[in-house]
T-cell receptor
């Protein structure tokens, strides 16, 4: 699976939008882009995934660049509960396990 | 519905002892994964089961680590002759389908293992 690069940490104010970037310049045509987050003392939880088109769900939006070499996870209104480590991961149709990097630690300020 | 559960939540053991960590996946999930997470790092893959068989055990660090899933549901991760370096949070995840690509994994809360 191709590698991703994320900032180590980011800060946001409560109730403001947050844009978490992810670079994946070596992505292949069959790689899905997954985002998981890990709240303190919990296991990772699914946030969103996409292949080519932008995606929206109740938790977040995923904006995928046209060349697919980068993507952005968008939290529309950050809450204190959104403080977590966010992981951007690529996985193709043949890969089973996720290969986690260090992720981005998001702090949300009241 | 019930999510993935793991027991115990915490385990403290002495160096050299044997430990077993249990994972109860979501009912009906055929795929089961074990990961290990050290402090400040992302989870690291250990082993993947599809049904009863270990489809990929390439992440197991050495032969002290072994996992089983005899009936295709509950899985047990077994660590022999524990070492202080084995201290970590052990995470279990399950998925409806063993295929890669878009399929989501559901993680349990983990077992924190401390080897003294």
């Amino acid at each position: 699976d191709a590698k991703t690069t994320q900032p180590n940490s980011m800060e946001s104010n409560e109730e403001e939008p947050v844009h978490l970037p992810c670079n994946h310049s070596t992505i292949s045509g069959t790689d899905y882009i997954h985002w998981y987050r890990q709240l303190p003392s919990q296991g990772p939880e699914y946030v969103i995934h996409g292949l080519t088109s932008n995606v929206n769900n109740r938790m977040a939006s995923l904006a995928i660049a046209e060349d697919r070499k980068s993507s952005t996870l968008i939290l529309h209104r950050a809450t204190l509960r959104d403080a977590a480590v966010y992981y951007c991961i690529l996985r193709d149709n043949y890969g089973q396990n996720f290969v986690f990097g260090p992720g981005t630690r998001l702090s949300v300020l009241p | 519905g019930a999510g993935v559960s793991q027991t115990p939540s915490n385990k403290v053991t002495e160096k050299g002892k044997y430990v077993e960590l249990r994972c109860d996946p979501i009912s009906g999930h055929t795929a089961l994964y074990w990961y290990r997470q050290s402090l400040g790092q992302g989870p690291e893959f250990l082993i993947y089961f599809q049904g009863t068989g270990a489809a990929d055990d390439s992440g197991l660090p050495n032969d002290r680590f072994f996992a089983v899933r005899p009936e295709g549901s509950v899985s047990t991760l077994k660590i022999q002759r524990t070492e202080r370096g084995d201290s970590a949070v052990y995470l279990c995840a399950s998925s409806t389908n063993g295929g890669g690509g878009p399929y989501e994994q559901y993680f349990g809360p983990g077992t924190r293992l401390t080897v003294t």
